[in-house]
């Protein structure tokens, strides 16, 4: 079974830069045509989706966010990371990476991690 793992700081000073690291058990990133994705929940609020990482190491952000993120991976640890800059209050959420794949007109998800709460320091 895949498993996804998220791990990094719970809290992180405003304006500075969060990073986090999810590594993949059971699952090779490299493998086709999978989608390495971030996905976050604030309080009270719907899943964002962030961005995501292909199977080929090619990024895509949501555009809300572009300006801000970077998502990469490092195939020797099978992990792929988030870097979000200039954090802020609103950024203060649950954080989760998972797995996508297409399907059909879908871009469905199939694993999840458990999530990590990270939380701006305001």
């Known amino acids: 079974q895949v498993q996804l793992q998220e791990s990094g700081p719970g809290l992180v000073k405003p304006s500075q830069t969060l990073s986090l690291t999810c590594t993949v058990s059971?699952?090779?990133?490299?493998?086709?045509?999978?989608?390495w994705s971030w996905i976050r929940q604030p309080p009270g609020k719907g899943l964002e989706w962030m961005g995501a990482?292909?199977?080929?190491?090619?990024?895509y952000y949501t555009p809300s966010l572009e300006s801000r993120i970077s998502i990469s991976r490092d195939t020797s640890k099978n992990q792929f990371t988030l870097q979000l800059s200039s954090m802020t209050p609103e950024d203060t959420a649950v954080y989760y990476c998972?797995?996508?794949?297409?399907?059909?007109?879908?871009?469905?998800?199939?694993?999840w991690g458990q999530g990590t709460q990270v939380t701006d320091s305001s």
């Open positions: 059971d699952a090779s990133i490299t493998i086709k045509y999978y989608y």
């Open positions: 998972a797995r996508q794949y297409p399907h059909f007109d879908l871009i469905a998800i199939d694993y």
């Open positions: 990482i292909t199977y080929s190491g090619s990024p």
